[in-house]
């Protein structure tokens, strides 16, 4: 009784003993063949801020990007997994503390040797130690898969925040091109109406009346595309809502103006700012700790198990000396010695996990600073090409203006100033174009250089 006593107290000891996993270290970025630049190739002076987009956002985004967080199914499944993930971790940290059972049985048997014979009732403790810290190392694990989710539901939350953003551009654009289509149409269909005036009178051919003809049929069939388009941006903008895809969503007026600074901090800082990148960066912990995990799980594991019941005989009388209640305490102390290379088998796989999710890491970094570089890079010519543009359209607008002081004094005719006003319609349209591309940029880049949209 003597040595039992002494090798339980041995073994509690080395219960409360246990050690704890390692932290994981911190990954970097594989940058082979230059290392991480102190600034961006693109210029792009001045200290970031994350919650300036670059462009005025008014109230009617402000409530789509609302109602999106709310019902958008995409944002519900993330939400679901970072639930399943924090359940999980509660689950682990449960491996850690002791369990309480609570049973009883009764028989009426009259075989002595049966089980059935006996009847009673008792309560059962068990705990497994955490004696080389695999426990720990699990709990680590689970514990750093649900931040890598919930990284990931940040992420998500911007993700569709910019895309209501950029999908609300669209609808913008889509309108107002919808609108110049129509417009250009009704100026065709007038010049084909002078040209058949002019086939009347002899002044123009059969030829040229077809050839307008055509045009007229082209531009119909631009404005119908234009149409198509914008019911399509409607119906693309209610599904990131969570509304029935009607194509009912009112259009939103003008595009905003973009701003014309753009300052974009440093490369180092993006890592740290960017929630993807984070999570990829947890998820690179989490297999850590498994590798610590599968190592720990080829020691020798510790369980205690104590109890205290009563017991009711009918059958047989308890043994002399024996008194209700009854009580038990034992230790088991396992190793594990042949299991057909299982154990070693999960450690190189735990390993290739880790491999795994350490690229994974530098692949998330090195997309991140991709993004970064080609939306400044995008950000620059898409400014330069809309000075361009809008120096033409300016011109074209001066040129109409010329025309039609030349329509008023005789010297052209009505079909050569609605010529100059068809040139002036289509370059518009361009610099429409161009200005949504540098506002979904805009956008874009935000997103990749780790900006808050507002939620």
Same mark, same amino acid.
């Given at each position: 009784?003597?040595?039992?006593?002494?090798?339980?107290?041995?073994?509690?000891?080395? +219960?409360?003993?246990?050690?704890?996993?390692?932290?994981?270290?911190?990954?970097?970025?594989?940058?082979?063949?230059?290392?991480?630049?102190?600034?961006?190739?693109?210029?792009? #002076?001045?200290?970031?801020?994350?919650?300036? &987009?670059?462009?005025?956002?008014?109230?009617?985004?402000?409530?789509?990007?609302?109602?999106?967080?709310?019902?958008?199914?995409?944002?519900?499944?993330?939400? %679901?997994?970072?639930?399943?993930?924090?359940?999980?971790?509660?689950?682990?940290?449960?491996?850690?503390?002791?369990?309480? %059972?609570?049973?009883?049985? %009764?028989?009426?048997?009259?075989?002595?040797?049966?089980?059935?014979?006996?009847?009673?009732?008792?309560?059962?403790?068990?705990?497994?130690?955490?004696?080389?810290?695999?426990?720990?190392?699990?709990?680590?694990?689970?514990?750093? =898969?649900?931040?890598?989710?919930?990284?990931?539901?940040? /992420?998500?939350?911007?993700?569709?925040? +910019?895309?209501?953003?950029?999908?609300?551009?669209?609808?913008?654009?889509?309108?107002?091109?919808?609108?110049?289509?129509?417009?250009?149409?009704?100026? #065709? =269909?007038?010049?084909?109406? *002078?040209?058949?005036?002019?086939?009347?009178?002899?002044?123009?051919?059969?030829?040229?009346?077809?050839?307008?003809?055509?045009?007229?049929?082209?531009?119909?069939?631009?404005?119908?595309?234009?149409?198509?388009?914008?019911?399509?941006?409607?119906?693309?903008?209610?599904? &990131? &809502?969570?509304?029935?895809?009607?194509?009912?969503?009112?259009?939103?007026?003008? &595009?905003? $103006?973009? #701003?014309?600074?753009?300052?974009?901090?440093?490369?180092?800082?993006?890592?740290?700012?960017?929630?993807?990148?984070?999570?990829?960066?947890?998820?690179?912990?989490?297999?850590? /700790?498994?590798?610590?995990? @599968?190592?720990?799980?080829?020691?020798?594991?510790?369980?205690?198990?104590?109890?205290?019941?009563?017991?009711?005989?009918?059958?047989?009388?308890?043994?002399?000396?024996?008194?209700?209640?009854?009580?038990?305490?034992?230790?088991?102390?396992?190793?594990?010695?042949?299991?057909?290379? !299982?154990? %070693?088998?999960?450690?190189? $796989?735990?390993?290739?996990?880790?491999?795994? @999710?350490?690229?994974?890491?530098?692949?998330?970094?090195?997309?991140?600073?991709?993004?970064?570089?080609?939306?400044?890079?995008?950000?620059?010519? *898409?400014?330069?090409?809309?000075?361009?543009?809008?120096?033409?359209?300016?011109?074209?607008?001066?040129?109409?203006?010329? @025309?039609?002081?030349?329509?008023?004094?005789?010297?052209?005719?009505?079909?050569?100033?609605?010529?100059?006003?068809?040139?002036?319609?289509? +370059?518009?349209?361009?610099?429409?174009?161009? !200005?949504?591309? =540098?506002?979904?940029?805009?956008? +874009?880049?935000?997103?990749?250089?780790?900006?808050?949209?507002?939620?």
């Amino acid at each position: 009784m003597l040595k039992t006593t002494c090798l339980l107290s041995c073994l509690a000891s080395l +219960a409360l003993m246990g050690c704890a996993a390692p932290r994981p270290p911190q990954p970097m970025p594989a940058l082979e063949h230059a290392p991480l630049p102190s600034g961006w190739r693109a210029a792009a #002076s001045g200290e970031f801020d994350a919650a300036v &987009l670059g462009f005025p956002v008014d109230e009617t985004l402000r409530a789509l990007i609302a109602e999106a967080v709310r019902y958008n199914a995409d944002l519900r499944q993330a939400a %679901a997994r970072t639930e399943q993930a924090q359940a999980a971790l509660k689950a682990a940290g449960g491996a850690m503390l002791p369990t309480l %059972a609570l049973g009883g049985q %009764a028989g009426n048997s009259t075989l002595p040797t049966s089980s059935m014979s006996t009847s009673g009732v008792g309560l059962v403790v068990a705990w497994e130690a955490d004696l080389w810290g695999l426990l720990s190392a699990e709990q680590g694990a689970a514990r750093s =898969r649900l931040q890598a989710s919930e990284l990931d539901l940040a /992420y998500a939350r911007q993700s569709l925040a +910019a895309n209501v953003a950029r999908g609300w551009i669209a609808l913008k654009e889509n309108a107002r091109q919808l609108e110049i289509a129509r417009q250009t149409l009704e100026m #065709s =269909r007038q010049q084909l109406a *002078l040209i058949e005036l002019g086939q009347r009178v002899g002044r123009n051919t059969r030829q040229e009346v077809a050839q307008h003809q055509a045009v007229v049929e082209a531009r119909r069939q631009q404005a119908l595309a234009r149409e198509q388009a914008r019911d399509q941006a409607r119906r693309a903008l209610e599904v &990131l &809502l969570g509304r029935y895809p009607a194509g009912e969503l009112a259009d939103c007026g003008p &595009l905003p $103006a973009a #701003s014309d600074a753009l300052p974009a901090g440093i490369p180092s800082e993006l890592l740290s700012r960017r929630p993807d990148v984070q999570a990829a960066e947890r998820r690179f912990a989490a297999a850590f /700790y498994g590798v610590e995990a @599968a190592k720990r799980a080829r020691l020798p594991s510790l369980k205690l198990t104590g109890g205290v019941a009563y017991i009711e005989d009918s059958a047989v009388l308890l043994k002399s000396g024996i008194d209700n209640p009854l009580w038990a305490i034992t230790g088991q102390l396992l190793a594990p010695i042949f299991t057909g290379g !299982q154990l %070693a088998a999960q450690v190189e $796989a735990q390993n290739g996990k880790q491999r795994e @999710a350490l690229a994974g890491y530098n692949k998330a970094a090195l997309n991140a600073l991709a993004e970064v570089e080609n939306g400044l890079n995008g950000e620059r010519l *898409l400014s330069l090409r809309e000075r361009a543009l809008q120096a033409q359209t300016d011109a074209l607008a001066q040129s109409v203006r010329y @025309a039609d002081a030349q329509k008023k004094a005789g010297k052209i005719d009505n079909y050569q100033l609605l010529q100059q006003r068809l040139n002036l319609m289509t +370059a518009q349209a361009d610099l429409l174009r161009l !200005q949504s591309q =540098r506002l979904d940029n805009r956008i +874009a880049l935000h997103l990749a250089l780790g900006g808050r949209f507002p939620l």
